[in-house]
């Protein structure tokens, strides 16, 4: 079974578009998150939900909107895509009923060209 | 700005020695701690999280954790190929905030 999923698996787009990621976890958490990874491999927060309520947003672009229609659901709205958006995306999830640690999907490579 | 320091590596080891993987963290009131490991191209993968100062055990793997000295440590014995990756050291403040390190590359030589 998996517990954090996330599509597409990739995704080329041209500069300018409009893209969606999506995530779906079944573990049954309350906090799902979404990262991203640069070509460093530095992994920064990029947002976290709550019960639908969103309790972080970093410094990231407004661009970038976090839409979460359930708690087993968190997925990302990327506007008007940039050259230096490519990279990929982890949506990741964890429990504060439980010990925090956090379970990371397989990861979405976006290329924006 | 909270951060956590890693030894970008690459860290290479012969099979069968031990791995010592290092991590410093700034923020004082950081309350647990965790290793992830992500192999090229995939996942990070939680291997273990500790909480108090002093050894954690599991299997091969030991986290190790001195709050005064504001420092973890992973250590990797008998260490494996299949073990080659890089090492994420990730931190825990107030909340579910995590700030990961840059991670250690490190490399197995059979």
């Known amino acids: 079974d998996t517990a954090v999923s996330q599509t597409p698996k990739y995704l080329v787009t041209q500069m300018g578009n409009d893209k969606s990621i999506k995530c779906e976890q079944n573990?049954?958490?309350?906090?799902m998150y979404w990262y991203k990874q640069d070509s460093k491999k530095f992994l920064k927060i990029m947002f976290s939900?709550?019960?639908?309520?969103?309790?972080i947003n970093e410094t990231v672009p407004n661009r970038f909107s976090p839409k979460s229609p359930d708690k087993a659901h968190l997925n990302l709205h990327i506007n008007s895509l940039e050259l230096g958006d490519s990279a990929v995306y982890f949506c990741?999830?964890?429990?504060?009923?439980?010990?925090?640690?956090?379970?990371f999907g397989p990861g979405t490579r976006l290329t924006v060209t | 700005q909270k951060e956590v320091e890693q030894n970008s590596g690459p860290l290479s080891v012969p099979e069968g020695a031990i791995a010592s993987l290092n991590c410093t963290y700034s923020?004082?009131?950081?309350?647990?701690f965790f290793w992830y490991r992500q192999y090229s191209g995939k996942s990070p993968e939680l291997i273990m999280f500790?909480?108090?100062?002093g050894d954690k055990e599991d299997g091969r793997f030991t986290a190790q954790l001195n709050k005064a000295s504001q420092y973890v440590s992973l250590l990797i014995r008998d260490s494996q190929p299949s073990d080659s990756a890089t090492y994420l050291c990730?931190?825990?403040?107030?909340?579910?905030?995590?700030?990961f390190g840059p991670g250690t590359r490190l490399s197995v030589l059979p």
């Open positions: 990741a999830s964890s429990s504060r009923t439980a010990t925090y640690e956090q379970y």
């Open positions: 573990l049954g958490h309350d906090t």
């Open positions: 939900y709550n019960n639908k309520e969103l309790i």
């Open positions: 923020d004082r009131g950081s309350q647990s």
């Open positions: 500790i909480y108090s100062n």
């Open positions: 990730a931190v825990r403040s107030y909340g579910q905030n995590f700030v």
